[in-house]
């Protein structure tokens, strides 16, 4: 987890041989893909402050989150 301007950035793996799911709670009010070297990707669904993402097997993903408030 770093900061990145406003948002804060948090590169996630999944170490399993199968799928799993991850939840991200903590006042989220927008979260976004983002690439290995921090470029902004698409919008993904945050609702009740929190992010739900499925993940493949062994994948890693970068997500970009903003919070409510400082």
Do not use: K, N, Y
């Amino acid at each position: 987890l770093r900061r990145r301007g406003d948002w804060l950035e948090l590169r996630l793996a999944c170490q399993h041989p199968s799928p799993a799911a991850a939840t991200i709670r903590g006042r989220l009010v927008a979260a976004r893909e983002a690439d290995l070297l921090g470029r902004p990707g698409p919008e993904l669904p945050v609702a009740g402050g929190a992010l739900r993402l499925e993940l493949r097997a062994w994948e890693i993903r970068t997500i970009q989150l903003r919070r409510e408030g400082p």
